[in-house]
Each structure stands twice: as C-alpha cells, then as structure tokens.
C-alpha cells in the first residue's frame, strides 16, 4: 500500500527507476529489486487470499450447523464479487489520482493505469489490493449470519467493495487527506478492520438478534457454534494469512520492515491469545476457547495499524490489552446493547481495530505518547480512526436501509427456524447417511 | 404406570421440558429421529437433480409417568407443542408393566 | 515450465548465464536472478504441493460419509506415487531430448541430466515438475470415486505419472510436436486437466455408475456429498494453491508475467464463480453451493491454458463462460450420457481444460481471433487439445482394460453398500461415542 | 539456523557484507542478496507457523471427539506461550554467545543483539527460530492427549520453549559442542523431533495410560481417533510446513540448496507413506490409513537431518526404512512397553528423528559410511543424538515430576470418562441441534 | 392400535417407505440405532490393535397403526426387507393405549 | 415376550453387552439417547454466558427376551451398571405381543 507519502517516497528513493525497468534485457540490481519486491508482494497477497479460508471456517465453525452452507455461501461470493467490484469501480476511487483529498478518480478495470507507479508492476500491485478488499467486507458476514437474506448480503458486499472501503481507503493509503495528515494505518486496523467492524455493528443491529437470542424476558441466551475444529483451523489460517496481510503491505521485500513487522505481528498475536485465555480463565472459570480464538484475532487486528511503528516490546502489550479489551467488549454488544453477533466481529475487528489505530498514538516508537513524542500523534491517529468509523457507519446505514426498504434485510421466523440452508439454498451442510439403490436421505 | 411417546417439532422441545418440570416429572429421555406423516417434506435440489427428503427432523421425547399423571400432562403437552401446522407429531400411550431404578433397585412407582 | 521454445529462449535471454552460476563467490545480478527465479519457482510448488490437500478435500466432502478413508487414502497416495513414478520414469518421458517430436528420452531418476538447462538449478525445475505431475492423476480419483477398486486406482496412477502424463507433457512443454507448433497451454488446461479429465471419462464411464444413481427405471438420482464445508475449504485451498500453479508456471520470478498471470488467475475464478452462482439461481431456483464451488474450479481450469495471453477482460469473459458451460456439462454426463462423476470432475476439469484451451485461440492478445489474429492460433490450439484429449482417452482405455481384465475395477455390491472404508481399508472416518474403560465403539 | 560454524562461515563468504546495508539507497547485488535471502526465511518460516495447524488437526483427528476442544486449545496456546517464552528465555540461551560450549548468553527479549550477525535481519532470524521452536513443544501433547491436566501442559511447554530446547539447540545450531564435533543436524531431526519425542515418552509414561487402553487382562485396546479426514488435512498441512522447515533451514534463498532439500524432503516424504502403506497392507491384510499418515510424517522426521546432506536415492531409501521403523515402534510402545501414545508422536518423532540423525552417518555424501568415509561421521551422529535425547529425557523428568508432585498431571477418571471438553474448558467441540426460541441443546 | 417397531438394513428403509405408502400408512418415525443379533459384527485393526465392530448400523421404523392394518403391513414389510442372510431385523409388535394427534387433539385411530 | 428398555451411563455399554452375551441373550438394539431426571445438567459458560445443559448423554438398549429371562438379566444389569450416583439410569419392562424374524418369517418366541 501507499501508506502515505513518507512511505512512497521511501519507496520510490529505494527503487529509484520506474518499474517497467523490469529486467528487460539481463538483469540489474535495480531490476532485481523490482521482481524481489514484486514476489514478495504477489506471495504476501496470496497468504491475504488464504485469509478468506481462514474466516470462512471461523464463521461456520461458531454458527449452527442448520445454516453452515449459507455462512460459507457468503463468504466465498464476497471473495468473487469484491474482485470484480474492486476491479470495475474500487481500485480507481481508491488509487486514482487524487480529488479534493477525497476520493481517486482513475484506474476503473485497470484503464487509464499509465503514470501510475507503485514501485512494482501495476499487476501486482492491483491483485494485493484485491485480495485486501474483499477482506473488509467478510467481516461483515459474520456478525449478520443466521438470519440475513443472501441476496441482500451480495448487494452489500457490491457497495462496500465499490464505494466505503475504496474512500476510506483513498483517505489513508491513496493520497486523501488522513494520509497527508501522517495517519498511520500500516496495514488497515481502521482502513479494513474497524471499516468492517462498523459497518458490522450497523449491519447485525439493523437485521436484528437472531430468534432466542434474547428471551422476551430479557435474558440472554448462548446460541453455541457448532464446530471448535473448524473455527480453531479458521484462526490459525488467518494468522498465517496476516503475515502476509502485515508484512507484505510493505510493498517492498527489500526492506528489513518486512522482518520486524512479522516480528511484532507474531508477538502481538501470541500475546493476546495468552492474555484472553487467562482473563476467560479468571472470570468464567475456565479457558474458553471461543474467547481464546477471538482473542488471538483481536491481538492481531490490534497490531495491525502499528506493525511496522512500534517495538516487539509494544507489540506485546498492544496485544495483551487487546485480548482482554475484546472480552468486555463482547459482553458490551451481547449483554449491554444487545447487538446480536454471532462471532465477535464487531468487538474484534471494530473495537480492536479502533484500539490498534489509537494505541499507535502512544506505542509509535516515533512520535508516540510514551516515547516522548506528545499527543500531536495521538491525536491524528484518534481522529483518522473516528472519521473513518463514522463514514462507515453512515454508508452502512444508507446501503442497508436502502436495501431492508427494497427487499427486506431478515429471513422469515420460518426459515431461521428451519435453517437458512434449506430456506435460501436447498441443501443441507452435512449429509450423514445415503446407502441403498433408492437413494436414502435421513434428516438426522 | 404408563409411557408417554411424544414426537414433536425440534424447537418444541424445550418448552415441553419446561412444562414438564411445572408438573412435577423429572424423568425423560429423548432422541432424535425422522418422521413423515400428513407433512411430506420437500423438494430439493442438488447439481440440478431432484431430491425427496420426505423424512423431516422431529424430536422423541419419552416419559414413564404414574397412571394418574397421564391426562393432565397430555393437556399441557398438547397445549404447548400446537401449531395447528401439519407436522405438530403425536402423543402415543403404552402400558408399562415395571420400572426399575438401577441406582436403588426400587420397582415399580417409585422408581420413577 | 519449458512451455515453448519462445518462452524458453526468453527466458535464456535473460538468464544469459548457465545456471550454475548462482552466487559461487560473490552474488552478482545474474546469481541473483537465478536466485529469484528459484526462490519463485519453489514457493510456487509448494503453493501447487498444497493443492493436494484441495482435492482431498474437495473430493471427500463431495462424497458419502462411508467412502471418506478410501477418497482420503487415494488423494494421499497419489502424491507419494506419483512423485516417485515422476522420479524414475515421467521426467526422463517428459523433459529429456526430444525423440521425433514423441517423447523424452533421459533424466530418469535424475540421472544423465548434466547439460540439461532450465534457467535455475535443476533440482528446482524437477521439484515443481513433480508436484504437477501428481495433480493430473488426482483427478481421475473423484470421477471414480465410491466403487473403484483402491489397489487398481493405484496401479493406474502409476501409469499416468510415468507415461500418459509425461508424453502429452512432452509434447506440450517439453519440446515435443505440440510445442514446436506453437500450441498454447502456458500452465495445462490441456496437459494437465483435460489429461486428467478425459482419462477421468474412461475411468467412470468403464467402472460403472455407483448403485443407486440411476434407478432401473432410468431416473437419475442425486447422492449428496456428506460435507460442504469439507469441500468448501478444498476450493479455496485450489485456488490459493493456483496462485503458484499458474503464475509459477513462468518459472520465474524476474518477469512481470507473474503479476499479470496473477491477476488473470484471480479474474477468471471469481467471473466463473459468479456466473455459476447466478446460473445455478436462475436455472434451479436457488444458488446451488455444490455447483457455485465447481463453478471457481471451471473458471480457474479454463484461464490455466491462456493466463499469460490473455488480457484481464479476456479472463473475465473466459472465467464467465466457463462458470455456465460447466453446468452444462455437469447436466450432460449426469443425465444425457449417464456418466456417474461423483464430483464433477469430468466437467469441471476436462470440459472446461479443453474449453480453456481453445479459447486461447480466440482470446489471445497475440494472435487471437478477436484481436485480428486471424483461424491460425485457434486451429492449432483446437488440434493439440484435440489430439491430447485422444492420447489421454486411448491410454485411459488400454490400462483400465487391463486392469479391468487382470484384476477388475469394481468393487463387490455389498462392499460398495457397505462403504469403501470398511472393505478397503478396515477402519471409518468418523467415530462418534468412544467411552469408557471396555472401550465403546458405536456405529452410528 | 546457524547449523554449525561451517554453514556459517559459508552464509558469511556469500554474503561478505554486514547485514545492514540492506538497500539503504540504492540496491546492490549484496544488499539483493540479504533481501532475497530475507524473503526466503521469512516466508519459510511462515509455512513453518502453518505446521501448527497440522499439528492441531492431526492431533484432534486422532483422539476422541469429547476431547476435541482440550486437544486444540493445548496446540494453539503452545503457539502463543513458545513463542513468547522463545522471545524473553529461549533465544538468548540459544544463541546468545557461547558459554562453554552449553549455553548462550544474550539477547534475552532481543536486548543486547548488536554484533549479532545471522547474515540477515536479526529480526528475520528471530521469527524463524521462534515459529520452530514451539514445534517442539507441541509434539508432546498428542503423545499425552486425553489424560493431562491443561495447566500443568502449558506450564510445561514454558519450560521446553525457555530451556530444554534452546539449550540442546545451542550444542547443535548455536555454536554449542556438538556443532563443533560436526554433529550434522540440518533442520533438527534431533534437536526438534527427537527432542519433543523423547519428552513426549517420559510425559506419556508419568501421565500414564488412558482408561480403558489396557484391560485389567493385559488386553490392549484400540481407541480410534474421531475424524479421518481432520487427521489427514493435517498431516498434509505438516508436509506443505516442512517444506518451509527443511529448505528454510539454510537461511539463505541464493544457495541451489534449496532446491535439492526441498527434492530429499518431497521424495523421502513420498517413500515412507508407500513403504508404510504397503507394509501395513502385508502385516494387517488392509492399508491402514492412519498408520499410512504416520508413515508420512516419519520420513518427514528422519530425512529432517540428512535433508541437505544425502542423495536423492538416499532420501528414498531413509524414507523408505522410515516408513516401516514407525510402525515397529508403534507396536513396541503400544504392546511391549505399554506407554499409552494416542497419535503416535514418540515413534515418530522421538524414534525417526532419531533414526533420521543416524542415517546421516550412512548417507551424507560427505562423509558417510556407504560414500567411503568411514565411521567417524556415524559416530558423532549417534553420540550427538543420545546426548540429545537423554538431556531432553532428563529435563521431561524433572519437570514432569515437579509439576506432578505440585498439581497432578492427570484429570480425574471421572473427567477423563466424561471428556476433557467439559471437565477442563466446559465446552464441547460439536453441536448438533440448536434451534426455537428458548435455546435447545441436545447432548447427543 | 398396534405399534409396528421394525429393525431394518439402513438400505431397505426407502423399500419400506414406498411399501408403507402404498398400504395407505403414512404416518412413520425412523432413528438410526445400532443392533446386534446373530449377525456378530466384523473385526478391525486399527494401528495394529483389533477392536470387535459388534453394533452395526440398523434403522428403526416405528409405525402405529390401526389393529386390522397389522397383518398386511407385516406380510408386505418381511417381502421388501428379507435377503435372507443373517442380520435381516425383526418387527416386533406392541399394543397401544391410545394415541393423541397434537395439531387437532384427536384421540384413538382417527388420531393415525 | 417382554421388552427390557435399558437406561444406562454410556460407559457401562460394554459391560451390559458382555453380561448379556454370557446369559445367551443375543439380540439387542442400541441407541443414543439425551436423558435427565435427578441428574439435573450442569452449566456451562460460552462467550460469558450460562448455558443450562440439562439434558446428560445417556445410552437405550432395547432388548426383546422370553418371559421367563427377566428378572434374571434385570438382576445382572442393575449389577454391572449401578454406580450408587444419581444418573445410573432405568429399567422399564414391556409387553410385546408379537415378534417375527425377517430373515426366515419365524414368529413368537423362535424369532428372538
Ligand atoms: N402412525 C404413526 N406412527 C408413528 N409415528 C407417526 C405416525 N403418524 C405421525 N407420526 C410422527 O408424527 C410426526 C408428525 O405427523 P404429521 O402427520 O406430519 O403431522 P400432524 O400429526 O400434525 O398431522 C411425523 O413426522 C411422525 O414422526
Ligand atoms: N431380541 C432382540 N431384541 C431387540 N433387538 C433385536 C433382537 N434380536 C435382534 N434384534 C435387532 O435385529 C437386528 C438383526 O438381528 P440378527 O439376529 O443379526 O439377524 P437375523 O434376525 O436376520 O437373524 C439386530 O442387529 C438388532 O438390532
Ligand atoms: N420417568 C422417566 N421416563 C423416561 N426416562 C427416564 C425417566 N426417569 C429417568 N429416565 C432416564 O434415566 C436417566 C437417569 O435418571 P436419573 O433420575 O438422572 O438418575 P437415577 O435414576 O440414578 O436417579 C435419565 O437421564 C433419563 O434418560
């Protein structure tokens, strides 16, 4: 990513030759510094591709099996449809050439791309940023699974990948008005994690709880996953997935940054696993390891802003405070407001996302509070992470409210009850017996 | 004593549990099985061929009660598991000629 | 991949130096370049090694329950057998000096390979050569799947790994006839899918459709995998494992292509994901999650032949068709021929390979019917799909023939009612309730 | 890893330049070099991170359902508590300066590394050598799975990751003694597998057997693992890792090395699931699936050493006699000496690993018996082993014993009988129902 | 009423579904259950340890019917199910007291 | 012909099928089954919240014998599966009237 343009012109002082300078007739060491940028920034984005194994299986695994096809329904569409989308409308708002600080205007299905310089080959650098823009809206998916109509869900992740995550992300990395602030967003604890948080909370507050979530007397009510295994294999690929979500938006393999970014996003990630399982451990009385596995994330969400800014000592106590921040914060949405969301996504990537961005603001070994840089920094970082917020939050209402008026946003009690696989799909996710010439199909 | 065999909609079940607690009948077993009965399930379809799933999810709850037990829990039971959709289930009535609690080796009602 | 000689010389061109030249002493431009060409070529294959575990999963969850350990035990063994059959027979077959256009002649188990040069050490080329090989025969696998004998899957993957695949490789890639016409197949839709999907054809349509599927009466019946999930989590571990099929495919890390074979990747899979989506929808009345799954994997086998060539409009469109003419296909064995392909993979690998391929003749910035090239390039392509497709058929024919005669391919009714895991392999996937000192085994 | 001083002075030849002149302005043929170099590691050492998703896999696939949820938690925390007691403990013991051949000295939480050279980033050199530590770790909670109390596992994992490992890793990587006789250990078949597995023997046997696997009678009972298909995704998912851990180990991506290890590995890998499986077909008249995934895993383990070391043949033929050794000790442990090991782990880990280390002295091009060089090779292999594994038997047995007698290191019977689920985290892995209103859930 | 409780092969159930529908019977509630009899199951070896399989998978079909179906039912269930090899299944048959139709509150055989 | 339907602890599985077999009783059908009765659950906590789990897994064999082996095989399986802790489970006692063999049509007693 850009980043901003401190990041660029480090970039562009390292390269020093346009990209097309690419080996063209035997190879050079400036030629060699492209093609060794340009594979690590196509690996990393493959690992941010992976990502989306990670969260379909996190969000299968901790909804019900009755609507398993629909939750992995949605999260593979929106890889498919943000690609395209991000293709056709978001790349050029995102990464065209700046208007009024606002929003990009050029690059829409890679046409008028010449003059751009990323540093690699415009390739590479379009298909990172695709793989990351699906990203923001899978979010999304969880927090609203069980009981929203897909249809609904596809047309949103269309707009988000369009339109919110494209601005924000034009505001942070593509040369808006956060980046020339110095806002630091290294690699999207705002920009993707709390975009999608946020439009998360609009989004699962709006659909509404899922049936017997909350009981007419008020009493909240545990709706279990129905898969540890699955959730668990979905977390340990995303943490793979964020070394190169991390370190690759570097943009650059020739820098040491990529090192210590994988440095502190593994401590980070270790540091509040350990710390959520602990606090779980403290206050239920045993490790919990849906909180354990949310935690982890939390970690890793929080370390994002600052991966490449603050020390392996920082990361881990950005890390720790995330895994316990994340356990209140679960308790705020489930049992204070009531925001019936079935995976944490709102306290993880929302509010973590948030905490990252901000606690770049003290941890920045360079300007942060607590390295005697003062709150000029802080301050930045907390308006960048509000002003993003907010927009989220204003486009996630317009989208879905346009929408709930136009099509509805909710399953029918009906369907939810039954599941939404057979409702919106027709099949169920696990066929347990066929034997027999006429085909048997037992619905245990 | 009699049995009480209750098919039921899944998401009847714990209302009848409750139910059944108010009544004083700590005793149940319950299962999980597949039935058909006026509602004949549905179509689907999987790669474009038809499938009948004309076995629907039902839950089986069992319950030996004393013989004067059995009327007003009927009542409460059908009370609480009514739709009026088709594929509510059934209450059907055995006689059970002994009980015994394995834990104690007591017989008959007072095994229950 | 050698692919052709044009991309060969290109990249003798650049390379400019004998592969052994790789950093001796001091690095210098040329060592580093073969050292990023390395470095590339490797992740690729393992990124391709991964795919592996794609077909597993694939496979299984697309399968019965009771069929799982034998699915499982045949994905598994294809690899090791096949990366040995590569290692004393298939390379030598496939890459050693050219015998009239037809096949290799050295380099079996490594040996008198001196003087063979693909750019990078040759180690490096052999490896990803290897990974690939198995990825043909796997595919026979899921279109046999649920009544194939395991002992004669086996013996055939051996067959394919040292002979069927090599040959056809040959002439594609390894300086063969195809090659020398200027056949275009950059990363095998033809060499590797439609290999492995014909044969796939010979194999179902020669052991038979399984009990149940088509009622004496003539009515076809579905026979649902037992885990959608399991298969959900397989495509996308394909897909990420393609990332390093295709873009690995250049053999190097030092050209652009690998961005813009990146991007064309990401294209077609998500185009073909979506208009299966919206094909199974419109066609059945809901989005079918089995055929959406299959829909990416068309997409993605169809750009495989024309990554490198065609523009990201062009894989678009190409993902687009392939995505519908899928379920076409999957319609057409299913329920006109009456090919029982458990998994689709006939359609979703051999159509589509040939489909891919032959779009290249069209779609080809360089010489494609559409961009004035003109009826050359489509012809040629037509003809080495063509002629490949008929030696994968023919070969297919012979060795199932006789192992069919030898050994017969077919296991028992009752083996096949009972499921393959307990009369292959004595043992089932699943066990629900173990408890207890007298261990307690259930079968339920 | 630094290996030994040889690999080192070697890394040091080719690189002849200080680490920091990482392009700090324009790239250089040495500054590409350590940047390749760099992404080489770090990428490998990401894969390395995915083997712990394996590990979780293999290992729940391979235990019982009610024990899901404990076995995954262990796995995912020994991730987070390694790595972070890598990071305060581990790493300086490791590679701090040398202390009499035993011991390293500094760069505890990575103060006082200045003067540290690895040839690249300390930073890159720190993560890899942080992700394999907590592989060590980890292999003993499948060896102990479904008996051990949860808090007396983690705090033994602290140990292993600050102490046993890093200092049985300093004799051989550190510059310890053993790497100054020439212990050849590549990428740790003994200081990473036979380490975890001679711990995992003493653990196993203080822990004692499961209830239920050896009847009153002196019966041996088999308690089969609850999912197949889990077991094999991770087993697949540990061989994709390993090509990370073996290549990776030369912390250098401009050596051709790479290439022939990750062709020793593929290859050993791939004869030791074919000797296993045809071995097990012979002594058990079925191909045993589960014995098959260990075999893979044992040639993984004995190649580990010799991976940079042997012929492609000699990886074949260590695969080979690694593949059938397994299944040998299996039974030794399961029915001779009766130490009750769920997954298999001290085969083959603790016995292939140590196997693996011996072949060397065999095989090693250099040096090896069969290539003419006699016995002195075979000798240090084997004393460097035996060394290894009775430290780390002696380590096992001090801390086991302290944990034992301080909290107990087995749950209760009752607990055990009932699952580890619901005793130690109050929670199961699997839910089938849960539908209505007021929440159904159905322990079934 | 009689209560008809048929062990079957998992691989008869959709005979006896067709059967059963075709007598006029439609009401019927399956479960998956394990059964030993005279069939006495297989060995296994896993990891090299034999373990006895001595349950092996049965379906369970439970129909209540009126007193006079009962014959006809039986004669036609033991045609579509018997292979004649050991593990065939049994019907076994029970007498009912009464049976309850929840959605309508019928009672006796008008509540089949 | 009486029914036995047993309650048991799913550990005690093996230790019924072994006393069951050495009482020449061959035939029995065993299912899964969720019960509560004293056995009140327990709770659980996920995410923070309190799930009531009140229903304990819990083991149904289904046993049809001659009149006549009753009482001896209740004796034998309240001693194998009694712990003396809530939970252990019940006996209930059935008539049946009628038993037919599938494999060969046989009914009555030689169908057991
Ligand atoms: N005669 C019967 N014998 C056994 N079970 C029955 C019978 N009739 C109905 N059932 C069970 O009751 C369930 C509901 O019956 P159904 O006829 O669909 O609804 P309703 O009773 O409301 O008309 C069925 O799915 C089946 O499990
Ligand atoms: N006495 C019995 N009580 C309960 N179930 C029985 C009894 N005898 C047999 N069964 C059930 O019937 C199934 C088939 O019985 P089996 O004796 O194996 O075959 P067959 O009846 O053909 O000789 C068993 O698996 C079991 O589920
Ligand atoms: N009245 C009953 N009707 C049906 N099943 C019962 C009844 N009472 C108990 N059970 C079954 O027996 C099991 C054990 O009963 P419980 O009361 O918990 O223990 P105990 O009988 O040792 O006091 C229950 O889980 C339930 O499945």
């Known amino acids: ?444 | 004593m009699k049995k009480l065999e209750i098919i039921i909609r899944p998401e009847k079940l714990e209302e009848v549990k409750e139910l059944v607690n108010s009544k004083g009948v700590f005793g149940m077993t319950v299962s999980m099985v597949s039935g058909c009965g006026l509602q004949k399930g549905r179509k689907e379809i999987y790669r474009g061929t038809e499938i009948n799933i004309n076995l629907l999810p039902k839950i089986k709850v069992e319950m030996v009660v004393k013989d004067g037990a059995v009327e007003d829990l009927i009542e409460g039971i059908v009370k609480v598991t009514k739709t009026g959709q088709i594929g509510d289930g059934k209450i059907f009535i055995y006689n059970v000629e002994d009980a015994i609690k394995i834990r104690t080796g007591e017989r008959g009602d007072s095994a229950l």
């Open chain 1, 1 to 444: 990513m850009k980043k901003n343009f401190m990041v660029l012109l480090a970039i562009m002082m390292i390269v020093l030759i346009p990209s097309a300078v690419f080996a063209a007739d035997e190879p050079t060491a400036a030629s060699n510094a492209v093609a060794i940028n340009t594979v690590w920034t196509l690996i990393a984005a493959f690992l941010v591709f992976l990502m989306h194994a990670g969260f379909t299986c996190v969000e299968a695994g901790f909804t019900q099996a009755k609507n398993t096809v629909n939750i992995i329904m949605k999260n593979f569409m929106t890889v498919a449809i943000g690609v395209i989308a991000f293709y056709f409308i978001g790349f050029g708002f995102m990464f065209g050439d700046d208007v009024l600080g606002i929003i990009g205007n050029k690059g829409f299905a890679l046409i008028g791309t010449e003059g751009m310089d990323f540093g690699i080959p415009l390739h590479a650098y379009w298909f990172f940023q695709a793989v990351f823009a699906a990203t923001c809206a899978t979010i999304v998916s969880g927090a609203m699974a069980e009981r929203t109509k897909f249809a609904a869900y596809l047309l949103f992740t269309v707009f988000v990948c369009s339109i919110t995550y494209p601005i924000i992300g034009h505001w942070i990395w593509g040369g808006g008005w956060l980046s020339k602030l110095g806002f630091i967003d290294f690699a999207g604890s705002t920009a993707v994690h709390a975009v999608g948080g946020f439009s998360a909370l609009v989004g699962a507050s709006m659909v509404g709880a899922r049936i017997g979530k909350y009981s007419p007397s008020g009493k909240v009510n545990a709706i279990p996953g129905h898969s540890i295994p699955l959730g668990a294999i979905g977390v340990l690929l995303l943490w793979f997935g964020w070394f190169g979500f991390n370190p690759g938006s570097t943009i650059s393999g020739t820098t040491p940054d990529i090192a210590s970014i994988a440095v502190t996003t593994l401590l980070a990630g270790s540091a509040a696993t350990i710390s959520s399982m602990l606090f779980s451990w403290i206050k239920y009385k045993k490790p919990d390891i849906s909180l354990t596995l949310n935690g982890c994330l939390a970690g890793l969400v929080a370390i994002t802003a600052g991966c490449s800014a603050v020390t392996p000592n920082g990361a881990i106590i950005i890390g720790l405070l995330a895994g316990v921040l994340m356990i209140y914060a679960v308790e705020f949405f489930d049992k204070v407001v009531k925001i019936d969301d079935p995976v944490g996504a709102i306290s993880v990537h929302g509010i973590c996302g948030g905490f990252g961005t901000i606690m770049v603001g003290f941890f920045a070994k360079d300007g942060g509070v607590f390295y005697g840089g003062g709150f000029a920094k802080l301050g930045i970082q907390t308006l960048g992470f509000a002003a993003s917020a907010a927009f989220a939050v204003i486009m996630a209402f317009v989208i879905f409210g346009v929408l709930k008026a136009a099509m509805g946003l909710r399953v029918s009690d009906e369907e939810q009850r039954e599941g939404l696989d057979i409702g919106e799909h027709g099949i169920q996710a696990y066929t347990n017996i066929s034997a027999s010439e006429n085909f048997v199909e037992l619905e245990l």
